[in-house]
Nanobody, 123 residues
Framework: QVQLVESGGGLVQAGASLNISCTASAGTITNYAIAWFRQAPGKGREFVAVISQNFDTTFCGDSMSGRFTISRDNAKNAVYLQMNSLQPGDTADYYC????????????????WGQGTQISVSS
């Protein structure tokens, strides 16, 4: 198993950047695909991005692919989500999740979840 902890969220103005982290507090992430999901108040959980064990990356759509970057550093047991040009629509709780082997966009495919980190973007 792997235990995940997110950090780096906060309150920022529109146009700002944040780099949030997903670190394994127990276990190692080497053989896991690691994804980011987000959930805004009153909405369901939404896929953001995923990075496979082979460092392939997938994003939700054109808007996120142009502004967000996902990366991993297995030596540091961490995955990062660099978010640029943040907009009020990005306000949500951000969660990282892990599953063994091949990456997936579906929430139900992931076995391990962190506690989340809050991001609030003001206009």
């Amino acid at each position: 198993q792997v235990q995940l902890v997110e950090s780096g969220g906060g309150l920022v103005q529109a146009g700002a950047s944040l780099n949030i982290s997903c670190t394994a507090s127990a276990g190692t992430i080497t053989n896991y695909a690691i994804a980011w999901f987000r959930q805004a108040p009153g909405k369901g959980r939404e896929f953001v991005a995923v990075i496979s064990q082979n460092f392939d990356t997938t994003f939700c759509g054109d808007s996120m692919s142009g502004r967000f970057t996902i990366s991993r550093d297995n030596a540091k047991n961490a995955v990062y989500l660099q978010m640029n040009s943040l907009q009020p629509g990005d306000t949500a709780d951000y969660y990282c999740a892990a599953k063994l082997l091949r990456a997936n966009k579906r929430e139900s495919a992931y076995n391990y979840w962190g506690q989340g980190t809050q991001i609030s973007v003001s206009s």
